[in-house]
């Protein structure tokens, strides 16, 4: 009994768009060999009063052996540690504790990147790099802590495993309607030329699902913005390149788009396309961030209409935010394919929740059915 009033708590609390009911807070966890960087996570965590920080210790080893005396939501998990590090106490943690939501805290290393991408495919809920220096790296990474935190914590007290993701509330944006149902555009979707997918929190995995399954008799280039920062985009086109099964790499400024292709919008940067007399060409840019985001989908979606039109296929996954939103209007006012992620399928109902609701997609479709979907467009059989 107890256990279904915190699960109907917590839904609650994520319908209301706060982070846990008064009393209640969120618990967490930090795993961390540093004792400062655990403390300067725990201020981080503790100046909202939503989260508390329940235990913080110094390996994987020492996290599993009070973890069963705990209720915990959300761990917290570095990974260069001795005795026990984080890669390995990973699955152990799972399974004394299944419903956890672990997050790997790495530092911007290649080496990190590499196995906190390596960690998400072993059942991570998400990660976080470290701050590098300065204030706003600082006050970018609470952000973002904060917010990873209060939304795999909600998750968590719903029972819901990383496997199967959880129904998650669109951001209030103006001009969106936050609930209610969805009305769908009719137009055809015609073959497109290029495809475009973004995505954001929990968007690795989702890619991962998409990709494989997309087929291997697509042949249009397919250009992506996943919120990453560097190093980070890097390593997860390597690994694109090995379960999708066609060439993809950070995209470089002033290379041509090609047939088969997979492009990633390079951490930090903008990937925009331009058209020249030979052909579309990528181009990087340092703009400010938009939606608070750099790289960010709206410009990439913005630029690749201007050029493609009706041939444009626009995908947007799994995301915190509503970035994609006005990238995604510009696409369906020239007469361009929109599809959004379903709310039920999406670790994050943020990104696609607001295209969803929007009025501008073709589709909105589970992770499992988006991959065969494109695929189905991308051949010309249509939607």
Request: overall charge positive.
């Amino acid at each position: 009994m107890a256990d279904k009033l915190l699960r109907a708590r917590a839904a609650l609390a994520e319908r209301r768009g706060t982070a846990t009911v008064a009393g209640d807070p969120w618990r967490v966890m930090i795993v961390d060999d540093s004792s400062v960087v655990r403390a300067v996570i725990a201020r981080s965590l503790e100046q909202d009063a939503s989260i508390k920080v329940i235990s913080s210790v110094a390996n994987g080893a020492l996290a599993l052996k009070v973890l069963p005396t705990l209720q915990v939501d959300v761990i917290l998990l570095d990974i260069e540690m001795p005795e026990m590090d984080g890669i390995e106490a990973l699955p152990r943690l799972l399974a004394l504790r299944p419903g956890v939501r672990i997050i790997m805290v790495s530092s911007l290393t290649r080496r990190s990147a590499e196995i906190s991408l390596r960690a998400m495919a072993l059942g991570a809920a998400d990660y976080i790099p470290k701050p590098t220096s300065g204030l706003s790296t600082a006050d970018d990474f609470r952000a973002e802590l904060l917010a990873k935190v209060k939304a795999h914590a909600a998750r968590a007290r719903r029972g819901v495993a990383c496997t199967r993701p959880p129904v998650s509330p669109a951001p209030r944006v103006a001009g969106v309607p936050t609930a209610g149902p969805i009305t769908l555009r009719k137009a055809v979707v015609e073959k497109p030329t290029v495809i475009a997918i973004g995505s954001s929190t929990g968007g690795p995995q989702a890619l991962s699902e998409v990709l494989k399954s997309i087929g291997s008799g697509v042949t249009q280039p397919i250009v992506i913005t996943q919120h990453m920062p560097p190093t980070f985009t890097a390593i997860l086109a390597e690994h694109m390149t090995r379960y999708a099964g066609r060439l993809a790499a950070e995209a470089q400024d002033g290379e041509a788009l090609q047939p088969g292709r997979i492009y990633v919008a390079p951490g930090g940067l903008h990937m925009l396309a331009e058209a020249t007399a030979a052909g579309t060409v990528l181009r990087l840019s340092g703009a400010p961030p938009e939606n608070s985001c750099r790289p960010a989908v709206d410009p990439m979606l913005r630029s690749l209409s201007a050029i493609y039109g009706r041939k444009l296929l626009a995908v947007i996954l799994t995301g915190m935010g509503y970035d994609g939103l006005k990238g995604c209007q510009v696409v369906a006012a020239s007469g361009g394919g929109v599809i959004a992620q379903d709310q039920a399928s999406s670790v994050v109902w943020g990104m696609p929740g607001a295209v969803a609701q929007a009025g501008i997609c073709n589709a909105v479709l589970p992770l499992g059915e988006i991959g065969k979907t494109i695929g189905r467009i991308a051949r010309g059989e249509g939607l």
